[in-house]
Every structure is written in C-alpha cells, then in structure tokens.
C-alpha cells in the first residue's frame, strides 16, 4: 500500500518562530492534503492540494505539492500558541483511498 | 462545522462482545467514512460508503462491518471485538465533487479490555 513518511515526530518552538514539515511517499499521489486535530477532536482540513508545483496559501500557513508528485510541505510563519497540535499530511491514492502520514505534534511555548 | 455526530463518545467493553458505533450526518453528504487512529499511525481507513447500500473496504477492514440504510447513518460493527481493536474511530463525510475534502466528526474512544 501507499505510504506517507511525515518528518519531524514532533517540534517544540517559541512563540514567532517559523515552522516547516513534509511529507515523503516512494508512490506518486493525485492530491495532497494537510489536516490539523486538536486534543479530543477530529482533523480539520487547512489546505488541499490538487496539481504537482501547486503552492497554496490559508493565512500564515503555505503548502507545496511537490513536482514530482511525491511530496508536499506545509509552512507555518510567525507562529501563535493556538497552532499547537498535531498536524496530519494526506495523499489520495485513487477515488476514496487516502492515506494519512503519521503526524507531527506541535507545541508552541510563549 | 460540518454536522457530524459520533456515539458513543466513549465505549469500554470486553473482548468477545459484539460492538457497534455510529455516524449520523444532518450535511446530506453522499460519501461517509469510517477511520481508526493509532499512535504512529496516523488514520487509516476502514471502510467507506458512496451511498445507501453501496460500500466497499478499505485499507484495515478485517474483523469490521458497515451498514448504511439511511444517507444520515453509517454504522461501523465489530462482530467480536478484539484488544487490538482499542482505538479511537473517527466518522467522516465528503461530496463527490469535492471527496477530497473531508470532515471530520468529533471521535470515539474504544477500549477493549
């Protein structure tokens, strides 16, 4: 099956810093997207990515669908305490296969 | 949000009984999902429905079944739930035109013990 390598596990950053993870497939995907779940909730969709060189932006956050269809960043600028959580990248396969990677928690310090 | 609801929110049963969860939807969407989230894992999906009767199995659907009769609810059953089935199950819905873009319903917490 398709899978997702989601890099970093976790980061701990102050307040203001800028913050970057990716996601890295050995398979190509159609889409790509990037979810956030805060404690006790579902994920909620922040970006989706549907064209390879796509670069798209949601206020602070940006995200890249790779060029070779592989991969897919998510940035974070000037981070605020209310971005901790866990931040999930997604690629669809086909139709309604869609793979998770598996996370990157993010905590924020003041 | 989207108008998802998950029962129960919490659940402890016994390995052996039988145990269901339920989805209800008030978005009329066409595509509904069942997922389970691991540690390490990420979600991973389960099953999935593309309307009333009609589903099919996703990537971990061993030891699952679904039901859908009505385009609201989508019912996931664990016909003799197992401790590797401890979990948390998250319901979510999509359109076609826009299946990528799923939403997510609040979860369910399943321990078995």
């Known amino acids: 099956g398709q899978q997702l390598n989601q890099s970093p596990q976790s980061m701990f950053i102050q307040e203001g810093e800028d913050v970057s993870m990716n996601c890295t497939s050995s398979?190509?995907?159609?889409?790509w997207l990037w979810y956030k779940q805060d404690p006790g909730e579902g994920p909620v969709l922040l970006i989706a990515l549907y064209k390879a060189g796509e670069l798209t932006s949601n206020g602070r956050l940006t995200a890249q669908f790779g060029i070779t269809r592989k991969d897919s960043f998510l940035n974070i600028s000037a981070s605020i305490p209310s971005d901790v959580g866990i931040y999930f990248c997604?690629?669809?396969?086909?139709?309604?296969?869609?793979?998770f990677g598996a996370g990157t928690r993010l905590t924020v310090k003041p | 949000d989207a108008g998802i609801t998950q029962s129960p929110r919490h659940k402890v049963t016994e390995t052996g009984t039988p145990v269901t969860l339920r989805c209800h939807q008030t978005e009329n969407h066409r595509y509904m999902y069942w997922y389970r989230q691991d540690p390490g894992h990420g979600l991973r999906l389960i099953h999935y429905s593309y309307g009333v009767k009609d589903t099919d199995k996703g990537e971990v659907s061993d030891g699952y079944s679904v039901s859908r009769s009505k385009t609201e609810d989508f019912l996931l059953t664990l016909e003799s739930a197992t401790s590797s089935q401890t979990s948390v199950y998250f319901c979510?819905?999509?359109?076609?035109?826009?299946?990528?873009?799923?939403?997510f319903g609040p979860g369910t917490r399943l321990t078995v013990l």
């Open positions: 997604a690629g669809r396969y086909n139709n309604n296969d869609m793979r």
């Open positions: 979510a819905i999509s359109e076609p035109d826009t299946y990528n873009e799923q939403f």
């Open positions: 398979s190509i995907f159609n889409t």
